[in-house]
């Protein structure tokens, strides 16, 4: 099963901030939280993953409570292409397989 | 630089058939997962292969099987198709390592009547 909770959908409107929140309460001291997003009809696409630090790349950043039991990601300044389900994911052990839960469909309006 | 591909793109079988899903890794990726994810859920850990050899193993039957090759290409071949066998079937390539981020190719849909 998924170590994480997410809302089933989200609307953000375009041009505007969108903040995703996860809750991840189980998480162990050597789990990272990893995002992914699909897109209609493609494959899950990485954006970003952090440990204990709140990171930040060219696509999104990634806040992480202070006590790892929940993060929520920002995408800056959302368009209409970033329609698509959001997974947040713990890793759960070495070897690379990720647990997916249902995810967050998230809709941008113009 | 070519990302994951996967071959062929939609497939229809009947029910009892057998087909074999193929897949190429990103570019010095050697370790190729496989995914099967039905409509409206998201997607379920099949096997995962390195080093010609299955690694690691989700909750499918043994009719699930695959293979591996030396330049590190996989195949997913499943047996007695049944409808629920009905879903996109995702291949991912990572490198070897400790938290690695997995590469996905866009799938194989496959409908089974």
């Known amino acids: 099963d998924a170590k994480t909770t997410q809302p089933t959908s989200m609307d953000c409107a375009e041009g505007r901030a969108a903040n995703l929140p996860c809750n991840h309460s189980?998480?162990?001291?050597?789990?990272?939280v990893y995002w992914y997003r699909q897109i209609h009809s493609q494959g899950p696409q990485y954006i970003i993953h952090g440990l204990k630090n709140n990171e930040t790349n060219e696509m999104a950043s990634l806040i992480i409570t202070e006590d790892r039991k929940s993060s929520t990601l920002i995408l800056p300044h959302a368009t209409l292409r970033d329609t698509a389900v959001y997974y947040c994911?713990?890793?759960?052990?070495?070897?690379?397989?990720?647990?997916f839960g249902a995810g967050t469909i998230l809709r941008v309006k113009s | 630089d070519a990302g994951v591909t996967q071959s062929p793109t939609h497939l229809i079988k009947t029910r009892g058939q057998q087909v074999t899903l193929r897949c190429s890794p990103k570019?010095?990726?050697?370790?190729v997962s496989w995914y099967q994810q039905a409509l409206g859920q998201g997607p379920q850990f099949i096997f995962q292969y390195y080093e010609e050899e299955e690694r690691q193993r989700g909750n499918f039957p043994d009719r699930f099987s695959g293979h591996q090759f030396p330049n590190y290409s996989s195949e997913l071949n499943v047996n007695a198709l049944l409808l629920g066998d009905s879903a996109l079937y995702l291949c991912?390539?990572?490198?070897?390592?400790?938290?690695?981020?997995?590469?996905f190719g866009s799938g194989t849909q496959l409908s089974v009547l």
């Open positions: 991912a390539s990572s490198s070897t390592g400790y938290n690695e981020k997995l590469f």
């Open positions: 994911i713990v890793y759960m052990e070495y070897g690379n397989k990720l647990v």
């Open positions: 189980t998480i162990s001291g050597n789990e990272y």
């Open positions: 570019s010095g990726h050697d370790t």
